[in-house]
């Protein structure tokens, strides 16, 4: 990290200490999505910074101190997924992160660090790593320490709560010794002994490692998206969407592949990142990010496919039958980190079923992860939905679970009809028999039964549809991710609304400006 202090997002604020916002945190998913697909033979990756004594200051606090707060949670949210996608990297690439803090990592300097799978910090008297929020700013760690800090590193709960309600935090001897980093060193042999490390990854690496190492394989170039854009539009090969903002809705397309893909990985090595599920969910990817962050009054997203399900067959056959090869692997690895994406955006969706529809396989991921699924029932018309094998454990959600099994949780033998009619094509009334549909209106209720439900959602609070759909969308196991999403980024929403921490008086309001913040005492 060697941030430019001027290069800021938006005015009013400086960059300072290697302090970030969101254009830096868009910087760092890019850095990671390129690795994966670009660098496929790297082994090791060193985190570090280049600015002297100093790894990271976290957030920006002006930055978080001016912005609105639906602005401030979806920077949160997204650099949750950040984190997450490094270690996705590090569990199923077998990339090893190891941060260097060459100087303190403070808030979400250490929440990047904590994300890495090892840590060392030098050890010249004055580094430290620290979580200083609760003390300093009255919020919480926005970007998964406190949760990584106990689950992951298992850092024993009242050394958490010391570490966590102490703003200087601790240094060198100490913090190793409470597990929150993996060794220090004194500054003349700290280079020395991060290369060391670095060498035996690299040189010998895991068993775990070694099954996936990527050695002797070249990477492909990831272009910059191409779209075309309106005032109600936004549109890119495969994708696009239609805001209706006065209805407070969007419809979002997603275009299936065309025929006769390769199905091998050399000829769609050489696609490269033109390879329709690559493409076509790096643009859903985008899109999604749009719409949170550009269009928060879209409460709706009603999610369309176009296409040929024999064409997303014959891909899901090829993805499955090639997937222990390093870019056909990475393909899938992205396609389930934009479905989880989609999965913890705050805007309900409904899937639209209809003719011209393609919903099957990965696309089928789609409806399954939307609130509620319309099916249209016209036996006159060819309107189909499959299940393949990629919906059978290729694509999981943030439990750990599959679509499928965390749809059908409490019914062992509903899971079992729904996976064995893998590669069948179903009619509306067969969806809807295996519960793979919520609703099949037939063709004279069908355009009055979608009109209601999308104006009655629309029509709801927001807020409460948020809490509603944060609420049932993951059950069954809890796991890091769950845990982070969903009760970090929710205890964090409220507490950045409340006056303690964004009020004229509050703390994120009147850090650095030498008055203390003016808390209201009563808990809630």
């Given at each position: 990290?060697?941030?430019?202090?001027?290069?800021?997002?938006?005015?009013?604020?400086?960059?300072?200490?290697?302090?970030?916002?969101?254009?830096?945190?868009?910087?760092?998913?890019?850095?990671?999505?390129?690795?994966?697909?670009?660098?496929?033979?790297?082994?090791?990756?060193?985190?570090?910074?280049?600015?002297?004594?100093?790894?990271?200051?976290?957030?920006?606090?002006?930055?978080?101190?001016?912005?609105?707060?639906?602005?401030?949670?979806?920077?949160?949210?997204?650099?949750?997924?950040?984190?997450?996608?490094?270690?996705?990297?590090?569990?199923?690439?077998?990339?090893?992160?190891?941060?260097?803090?060459?100087?303190?990592?403070?808030?979400?300097?250490?929440?990047?660090?904590?994300?890495?799978?090892?840590?060392?910090?030098?050890?010249?008297?004055?580094?430290?790593?620290?979580?200083?929020?609760?003390?300093?700013?009255?919020?919480?760690?926005?970007?998964?320490?406190?949760?990584?800090?106990?689950?992951?590193?298992?850092?024993?709960?009242?050394?958490?709560?010391?570490?966590?309600?102490?703003?200087?935090?601790?240094?060198?001897?100490?913090?190793?010794?409470?597990?929150?980093?993996?060794?220090?060193?004194?500054?003349?042999?700290?280079?020395?002994?991060?290369?060391?490390r670095v060498a035996q990854v690299v040189n010998l690496g895991s068993d775990e490692s070694?099954?996936?190492?990527?050695?002797?394989?070249?990477?492909?170039?990831?272009?910059?998206?191409?779209?075309?854009?309106?005032?109600?539009?936004?549109?890119?090969?495969?994708?696009?969407?239609?805001?209706?903002?006065?209805?407070?809705?969007?419809?979002?397309?997603?275009?299936?592949?065309?025929?006769?893909?390769?199905?091998?990985?050399?000829?769609?090595?050489?696609?490269?990142?033109?390879?329709?599920?690559?493409?076509?969910?790096?643009?859903?990817?985008?899109?999604?990010?749009?719409?949170?962050?550009?269009?928060?009054?879209?409460?709706?997203?009603?999610?369309?496919?176009?296409?040929?399900?024999?064409?997303?067959?014959?891909?899901?056959?090829?993805?499955?039958?090639?997937?222990?090869?390093?870019?056909?692997?990475?393909?899938?690895?992205?396609?389930?980190?934009?479905?989880?994406?989609?999965?913890?955006?705050?805007?309900?969706?409904?899937?639209?079923?209809?003719?011209?529809?393609?919903?099957?396989?990965?696309?089928?991921?789609?409806?399954?992860?939307?609130?509620?699924?319309?099916?249209?029932?016209?036996?006159?018309?060819?309107?189909?939905?499959?299940?393949?094998?990629?919906?059978?454990?290729?694509?999981?959600?943030?439990?750990?679970?599959?679509?499928?099994?965390?749809?059908?949780?409490?019914?062992?033998?509903?899971?079992?009809?729904?996976?064995?009619?893998?590669?069948?094509?179903?009619?509306?009334?067969?969806?809807?028999?295996?519960?793979?549909?919520?609703?099949?209106?037939?063709?004279?209720?069908?355009?009055?039964?979608?009109?209601?439900?999308?104006?009655?959602?629309?029509?709801?609070?927001?807020?409460?549809?948020?809490?509603?759909?944060?609420?049932?969308?993951?059950?069954?196991?809890?796991?890091?991710?769950?845990?982070?999403?969903?009760?970090?980024?929710?205890?964090?929403?409220?507490?950045?609304?409340?006056?303690?921490?964004?009020?004229?008086?509050?703390?994120?309001?009147?850090?650095?400006?030498?008055?203390?913040?003016?808390?209201?005492?009563?808990?809630?």
């Amino acid at each position: 990290m060697d941030v430019q202090e001027d290069a800021t997002l938006a005015d009013g604020y400086k960059l300072k200490l290697n302090s970030y916002d969101l254009g830096v945190d868009i910087e760092l998913a890019d850095a990671i999505q390129r690795l994966r697909f670009e660098h496929p033979e790297a082994r090791a990756v060193i985190v570090t910074s280049l600015k002297p004594r100093i790894f990271c200051a976290g957030a920006n606090i002006y930055m978080l101190g001016t912005s609105s707060h639906a602005f401030k949670v979806n920077f949160c949210k997204f650099t949750n997924e950040t984190r997450c996608a490094i270690e996705d990297d590090s569990r199923y690439s077998g990339r090893r992160y190891i941060a260097a803090l060459n100087g303190t990592a403070s808030g979400g300097g250490y929440e990047l660090a904590i994300a890495c799978d090892e840590i060392y910090l030098v050890d010249d008297g004055n580094s430290a790593v620290s979580l200083p929020e609760v003390p300093l700013l009255g919020v919480l760690t926005g970007t998964g320490g406190l949760t990584r800090l106990v689950d992951k590193r298992k850092v024993r709960r009242d050394r958490a709560d010391v570490f966590s309600t102490l703003a200087e935090g601790l240094k060198g001897k100490r913090a190793r010794d409470w597990g929150l980093i993996d060794d220090s060193f004194p500054t003349s042999k700290f280079q020395e002994a991060v290369d060391a490390r670095v060498a035996q990854v690299v040189n010998l690496g895991s068993d775990e490692s070694a099954q996936v190492t990527n050695l002797g394989h070249m990477g492909i170039k990831l272009n910059p998206l191409e779209f075309e854009s309106t005032d109600n539009t936004r549109e890119y090969k495969y994708v696009r969407v239609k805001l209706n903002r006065e209805k407070r809705y969007a419809d979002l397309t997603l275009r299936g592949p065309e025929a006769d893909l390769p199905t091998t990985p050399d000829p769609i090595q050489k696609l490269g990142d033109d390879y329709w599920p690559l493409r076509a969910y790096r643009e859903l990817d985008d899109m999604l990010l749009h719409l949170r962050v550009n269009e928060p009054e879209i409460g709706l997203v009603c999610l369309r496919t176009e296409g040929v399900i024999e064409n997303v067959l014959a891909v899901d056959q090829t993805l499955a039958a090639n997937r222990d090869h390093w870019l056909i692997r990475e393909v899938i690895l992205h396609m389930a980190r934009v479905l989880r994406r989609l999965d913890l955006t705050a805007k309900s969706f409904f899937a639209i079923i209809e003719p011209g529809s393609c919903f099957a396989g990965n696309l089928l991921e789609l409806a399954l992860s939307s609130d509620r699924t319309y099916m249209l029932n016209n036996p006159e018309q060819t309107i189909e939905i499959a299940t393949t094998e990629l919906n059978a454990g290729a694509l999981p959600m943030s439990n750990g679970l599959t679509r499928l099994q965390t749809r059908f949780l409490g019914d062992p033998d509903a899971l079992a009809a729904a996976e064995k009619s893998a590669g069948d094509p179903l009619a509306a009334e067969d969806a809807e028999a295996l519960g793979l549909v919520t609703f099949a209106p037939d063709d004279i209720d069908w355009d009055e039964e979608v009109r209601i439900a999308v104006e009655e959602r629309a029509s709801f609070s927001p807020d409460a549809l948020t809490g509603l759909e944060a609420n049932y969308r993951f059950p069954g196991p809890e796991t890091l991710e769950t845990k982070i999403f969903g009760r970090l980024t929710a205890w964090q929403n409220w507490i950045f609304y409340r006056p303690n921490a964004s009020g004229p008086d509050g703390a994120l309001r009147r850090y650095g400006t030498g008055q203390r913040a003016d808390f209201d005492r009563k808990r809630v």
